[in-house]
């Protein structure tokens, strides 16, 4: 698949994400006079997605006490590092293309969707953890929450494909698990019980759909491609392919083969048995 | 009224609303010296109402990319261009005063509610929306979200007199319509149910009051003058003038003749029959 | 007591957490150079915990219209004047140590938890408000609502010992009460109940534990050290040393003696008689 191709250094293999986002930066420069400039700046002077995507989120995540282009040099060298984060912020990418009816360019996630960037600076966060350069994590960690109002803890995982709609007042705590191709909405919380150390936070398996405001805390597990209902209070372990609601949640329906992180069907009437 | 006449050509007629604006504003000016060169500049430096909403919102969405200049500029051209965003303007800063028993000059509502920042710039966004400049509709879009903390649609349709209090979190998708005289409080989503395309987000009918945390999905109606409950998700249709509360929610009372976007009572004890 | 020391005029008392702040400081920009000159401007470039406070809200909160500069000079005079204050700065910063499992040392709190942060403009916010500079106190409230995403109004009266944990979407009414000690989840929200005058927002009194989303309207009392769950809406008053979910909420569990607030633990299961 191309997007696995992204990083090889074979010269054949072209990078299409990529190739598209500067295909659609043009037609809307040629659109949109008042953001020729913007985008020029931002997509077409960059020679690949990780120089594109490391300026425009340093212009997002600088500070009066630090400056974009530190911010710039920090993200590269991160993309750089790592060939994970590179398929990630591809594959992050797609998936709000996919999933989201209101997204036609992939141009608009790159630019405009906040969850989007608040994902790809949390994993420059996460690798500065991962390398032991906690104090730099915590800093970015700060500029992320203050400027997009997303608080994903440095320490937290999270796979690929995953689609954060809105994102307004979504917190991950420190030991939060996410696998691949998770969609979340806004003021999602995956939150700790207790003031104890170790893993208290939950683990969102595979394919998983957290509503609108689903609040799911303590050490427990989603099972994949379940889906949790908007304003659900989850306390307990859910198994996968089922649907919950309520506060606390309680399982109304059950449907294996479903994929309702890709449906993104928020209204769960219509997934009970 | 003379609120319908702000835009006549009559020279008799007053803006009354710029005129108290500015009264109030000499009169803070007066008694809080450090702010005096703040409300020179936002407000008794313009002629207009018009001009001062266009400079006080181009200060707060302006970014690295796009400059304060450029966007006062537009939010011009909008007024400018349409009676129905100069009327709306004005009538949206008087529902606050008249609701908000927390907000004693119509001044602080023009300045400090972020509310009605984020409600007058979406009313820009959906304007470049109508004009088929959806690219520049987008990037608004983003900057309200990101410097407001409030998720309006470009697409989205929004009447007039309508009261968004605090706001923070608020998301409403692309289909959705809200009508007339509407309250709302933070944290409020009126989002969609599942990956299709067309109309799939809710219809607020007029006077309806949505209490903090109401999350509203599917193309489903909230008839007039109802009342959702705080911390309530509603999947079904309400009838005018009911009170629904709960994850579901249900109805717990109905009381015709009453106004609860107007006398904001959000504790729904008061409202079962 | 160490913290009550920290505004007498003896010499001989130590302010130990600015001892501390500037010791972690130091150790922090060692480790990591990139952050050794925001260290040293927001920390160790200053002469007591009052002065880099001020700097690093004023940092914060400045916008084009109003200056840093300016703002640092409005802090420094709050702190200066009011010694309730300068304890409760020193007071809720150790509450977020003691409290946050995922907080290691003083200084992330000091620089980086923006609960902290607003409920400390906050507290200046409020100083304006009882010296009667009520246009002042707005500006700034509007300031901390857009910079930090939390939204305290400056009547509110908030005691010391106060822990905001990530904040986003906190909503605090005019003439509600928060006592000591309190712990207090994002999307909090203490509002009021209908356009009435006078008091008309919550109590809540020493030691209570207020979990992810809770929405507590009215002027009602939360007796201490009770806990309210993530999620809950609370319309009535909750007696001292209970546990409370649902929406609306009812009563789950009482446990005389214990302290939810400093335990932090939200998953309230564990809590039943």
């Known amino acids: ?12 293999e ?22 020729a400039s913007f985008l020029f700046s931002t997509i077409l002077n960059h020679k690949s997605l990780e120089a594109a995507l490391s300026f425009h989120l340093a212009n997002k995540l600088a500070s009066p006490t630090i400056s974009s282009t530190l911010l710039m040099e920090l993200f590269r060298d991160a993309l750089e590092e790592s060939k994970d984060f ?13 999933r989201d009816p209101a997204c036609t360019f992939l141009l608009e996630a790159f630019l405009y969707f906040k969850g989007y960037h608040a994902l790809q600076a949390y994993r420059v966060s996460h690798w500065l953890w ?23 803890h440095p320490g937290a995982k ?9 994102g307004t007042g979504i917190v991950i705590g420190e030991t939060a ?7 979340m909405l806004h003021h999602v919380t995956l939150g700790g019980s207790g ?7 939950p683990i969102i398996h595979n394919g998983v759909l957290l509503g609108a405001g689903a609040t799911i805390l303590g050490r427990i ?29 309680r399982i109304i329906g059950r449907k294996p083969g479903r994929n309702p992180a890709s449906e993104m069907q928020q209204d769960f009437r219509s997934s009970e048995t």
């Not at 698949?1 to 054949?12: K, P, Q, R």
């Not at 104090?135 to 109002?149: G, N, P, R, V």
Request: hydrophobic share 40%; aromatic share 6%; glycine share 4%.
């Open 1 to 12: 698949e191309a997007v696995e191709n992204c990083c090889d250094e074979s010269e054949d």
């Open 14 to 35: 072209r990078d299409w994400v990529w190739l598209i986002l500067r295909e659609e930066a043009q037609q809307h420069a040629y659109n949109e006079p008042l953001l």
């Open 86 to 98: 590179r398929l990630a912020c591809r594959r992050d990418l797609i998936a709000v293309k996919e």
């Open 130 to 152: 991962s390398h032991e350069r906690k104090a730099m994590a915590y800093f970015l960690h700060s500029q992320i929450t203050k400027e997009l109002h997303i608080d994903i």
């Open 158 to 166: 999270i796979g690929h494909g995953v689609f954060v709609d809105h």
């Open 177 to 183: 698990i996410v696998e691949d191709d998770v969609s």
């Open 195 to 201: 003031k104890k150390y170790g893993d208290r936070h």
């Open 221 to 249: 597990e989603i099972g994949e491609h379940s889906q949790i209902g908007a304003c659900s209070l989850v306390l307990n372990d859910v198994p996968s392919f089922a649907t919950v609601v309520g506060v606390p949640a």
